[in-house]
């Protein structure tokens, strides 16, 4: 299972504003079945099959062009671990139980 994080950034929008986009784009993460996701104030972070995330973010990065952007920047960051099961919460639990008291 595959961790990731996405920025999707519209760009020649002509107004500063992003949420519309933002929303849209979870609308895509909402539909789809076999991973699940987190909406940050900075990005979204993914859990799932790589394959999988890759092509859910792939139409995702769509989504600002059909709603009429001239420009799309993304950026995806994959952690793919294989030697073990991996979830969002294990890895916060993991730093915060190294954390000194």
Do not use: N, W
Request: aromatic share 2%; charged share 30%.
């Amino acid at each position: 299972m595959a961790i990731a994080e996405v920025v999707i950034v519209p760009l020649g929008t002509g107004s500063t504003s992003l949420s519309s986009y933002v929303a849209a784009c979870e609308d895509v993460l909402r539909k789809e079945k076999d991973i699940r996701y987190q909406l940050t104030p900075m990005g979204t972070v993914i859990e799932g099959d790589v394959h999988k995330i890759v092509d859910v973010v792939m139409r995702m990065h769509e989504v600002p062009f059909e709603k009429g952007a001239l420009r799309v920047s993304t950026t995806l960051r994959i952690d793919d671990r294989r030697d073990k099961e991996a979830t969002m919460e294990q890895k916060v639990i993991s730093v915060l139980r190294k954390q000194e008291v």
